[in-house]
């Protein structure tokens, strides 16, 4: 999503942020004259100062998305110094993951997974979540700022005379990031201080970065027609996206078509997997591990994770698994981690060679859970895959007639899974990529990004399409900030711009007018008021017949989103659908305030027109036909407080 404010002062740099769920990046470009577009513009990446261990720090291009809340002895002040502070707010970063991972109940990670997960008041102070009292507690928000004001502060200590502040600053966030989402990482930054904010997502990023690094030469990769798959495999999470090369008065463009929803499954569920799996063989050797040692056998795990996965001829890494004194353990367990076991637990077990028609299994839950993140049950990440590109197969605009053709010819094609038909054509259902583009640190191993690529042109080559070409030459650590970066140029009318608008429809509840029934709620229709691709900054008029709105009197309203419904319009109204078409969305509870001689309770005939705003946000507003009195509901989620304001 690309979104941007107007700003009064014209900025020296170009900022982009990549926020990450396990790491933060920093890129940035000096901005040009915007008369000459031929010059491409050079992307650099700040090294981050940042405490490595009590008392020594050293910059790094990654800020660990980690926050540590040490014991008010743990640590004296003279080991917490920094370059721009005797006194940092917070320990971030390299020193959050080291301590963090001796003592994982006071470590703070995955904010940015918590920052769109709608079922916990996100501005509430509870991370580190589940532990003791004595640990002192922040919201997602909080510490979604305190990583932010890190970065400020390294930027303004290397750059002095251009702080941040005043910067052009473009963060990107995951292209699967609800309204809500967005505006909450909007209000992270400004509440750092940062006043010329936009927003990206992060695979159009990483396409930037691509385009970037191959200058003119990306022209010669891709075709009018090509369906570019992004697939960005980080730390905390798997994000799906489709951009289709399209043709704009003879020059090669690019649309976003299609994004995947936000599946919290990466590298962190990989180290763990390696943490059980040494677990399971210290266990056989009669070694019980209590949880904080696993917990911490997992950070372990990643440094070893990433040795074997990228140095072929290693055969094993020594993993030394923390002891809190000889009285508990006996001595300190060692044990080792191989390249078999690495393989075996991470290729064959997140990265499975599956048929396009295995998608990811729901598996019965208990009845009682911990509250925590809504993380993916299955691990496949194949199988996400296969679940996305067979959901979006009608996503492409062009080219959907030539697709029904080569499928009309088989009578078999809506009969599979009968008794006596062929099942082989569902499994060739599926949107066709021609082109893939990997991103994300996990899929800098050769070997899971091979799989990967072997897998989908499994099915390619099944469904008798040619194999995906592969679109090379990104750092898939500094890719998306660094795409962030180069966008600046882009928004100056440089390069080329990928265009897609919001990745939803979105639609609001409307209550069946209908006799009562006992133990029977009224059926509930849905009403599109945004629809799929709206740009930001627009208006959309809701054409429908009058709506009763009740005001004075505690009410809710229901949304829903559809990544699949992209041919309804603003007015669409639903009076059924398909429970794969249309998810659910938290309601928001709100009174709209009575006045202009109204009374409480009253149903007020209004109109709705809906706005989409630079960021992503989506408003929508109810005007009674009366007299024009407007009603204001931000579909921002907020938790404390839903935004609503009366407009006379």
């Known amino acids: 999503m690309e979104n941007q404010q107007s700003h009064d002062q014209a900025a020296k740099f170009s900022v982009g942020i990549d926020l990450g769920t396990t790491h933060c990046v920093l890129s940035y470009t000096e901005n040009q004259d915007q008369s000459d577009a031929s010059t491409q513009p050079e992307v650099h990446v700040l090294a981050i100062p940042q405490l490595t261990t009590p008392g020594t720090v050293e910059n790094r291009n990654q800020l660990g998305s980690f926050l540590y809340q040490p014991h008010e002895h743990e640590m004296n002040p003279s080991s917490r110094v920094l370059p721009w502070s005797t006194e940092p707010t917070a320990l971030v970063g390299a020193i959050a993951r080291n301590l963090g991972a001796k003592t994982p109940i006071r470590l703070i990670a995955s904010a940015k997974s918590w920052l769109c997960h709608g079922g916990v008041n996100r501005r509430s102070a509870f ?66 201080g940062f006043e010329q904010l936009t927003l990206l997502e992060e695979p159009q990023a ?102 074997l996965l ?50 990811p299994v729901q598996k019965p839950r ?30 492409q605009d062009k080219g959907l007639e030539n697709q029904a053709t080569e499928q009309s010819f088989d009578p ?102 209908m006799p009562a029934i006992p133990g029977m709620a009224p059926p509930m229709e849905a009403l599109c008021i945004a629809p799929f691709g709206m740009e930001e900054g627009s208006v959309a008029q809701v054409p429908s017949q009058e709506f009763g709105l009740v005001i004075g009197q505690p009410v809710h309203f229901q949304f829903f989103g559809s990544t699949t ?29 009575a006045s202009d001689g109204r009374r409480e309770g009253e149903v007020v005939p209004v109109t709705l027109v809906s706005r989409v705003t630079e960021l992503g946000t989506l408003y929508l507003e109810a005007i009674a036909t009366d007299n024009g009195q407007k009603w204001h509901v931000e579909f921002d989620v907020r938790e404390d407080s839903t935004s609503n304001e009366l407009t006379q």
């Not at 590298?267 to 009669?286: F, I, V």
């Not at 208990?366 to 979006?392: C, E, N, S, V, W």
Request: charged share 20%.
């Open 127 to 192: 991370l580190p979540a589940g532990s003791p009292e004595d640990v002192e507690k922040v919201s997602p928000l909080r510490a979604t700022e305190l990583y932010l004001e890190h970065l400020k502060q390294a930027w303004d200590h290397s750059h002095p005379e251009s702080p941040l502040s005043q910067q052009d600053v473009t963060i990107t966030v995951p292209a699967s990031f609800d309204p809500a989402a967005r505006d909450l990482t909007a209000e992270a930054a400004r509440n750092v």
């Open 565 to 593: 419904r992209r041919e309804d319009v603003a007015g669409t109204h639903l009076d059924h659908w398909a429970p794969s078409e249309l998810d659910e969305l938290p309601e928001i509870q709100v009174t709209l305030p």
């Open 206 to 307: 990483a396409l930037y970065s691509w385009i970037n690094n191959n200058g003119d030469a990306w022209r010669d990769e891709v075709n009018v027609g090509d369906i570019v798959l992004v697939i960005d495999v980080g730390g905390g999470t798997t994000d799906l996206s489709l951009v289709e090369v399209t043709e704009d008065d003879g020059n090669l463009s690019l649309n976003r078509i299609a994004v995947g929803e936000h599946i919290l499954l990466g590298g962190d569920n990989m180290d763990l997997a390696l943490a059980y799996r040494l677990k399971m063989k210290l266990a056989q050797e009669g070694k019980e591990l209590a949880p904080w040692q696993v917990q911490a056998m997992t950070h372990a795990c990643r440094d070893a994770k990433e040795a």
């Open 412 to 513: 078999f094609a809506n009969m599979a899974g009968m008794p006596g038909m062929p099942n082989e054509p569902v499994a060739q259902n599926f949107i066709k990529p021609t082109a893939i583009l990997f991103n994300g640190g996990v899929l800098k191993s050769k070997l899971l990004a091979n799989r990967l690529r072997d897998t989908i042109n499994a099915w390619l080559s099944k469904a008798e399409q040619p194999q995906a070409k592969s679109l090379s030459g990104l750092d898939l650590d500094l890719a998306v900030a660094s795409g962030a970066a180069y966008y600046a140029s882009v928004r100056n009318g440089q390069g080329v711009r990928i265009r897609g608008g919001i990745a939803s429809s979105y639609y609001v509840g409307i209550e069946s007018a």
């Open 310 to 359: 990228n140095d072929g001829e290693l055969q094993s890494v020594p993993i030394v698994v923390p002891s809190r004194g000889s009285k508990l353990l006996g001595a300190t367990l060692k044990t080792e981690l191989t390249q078999q076991e690495v393989q075996q637990t991470l290729v064959d077990g997140f990265f499975p060679s599956i048929d396009v028609s295995e998608h």
């Open 366 to 395: 208990g009845a009682l859970t911990q509250m925590g993140l809504p993380y993916a049950q299955d691990a496949g990440i194949t199988r996400h895959i296969a679940a996305f590109l067979t959901k979006q197969a009608n996503a």
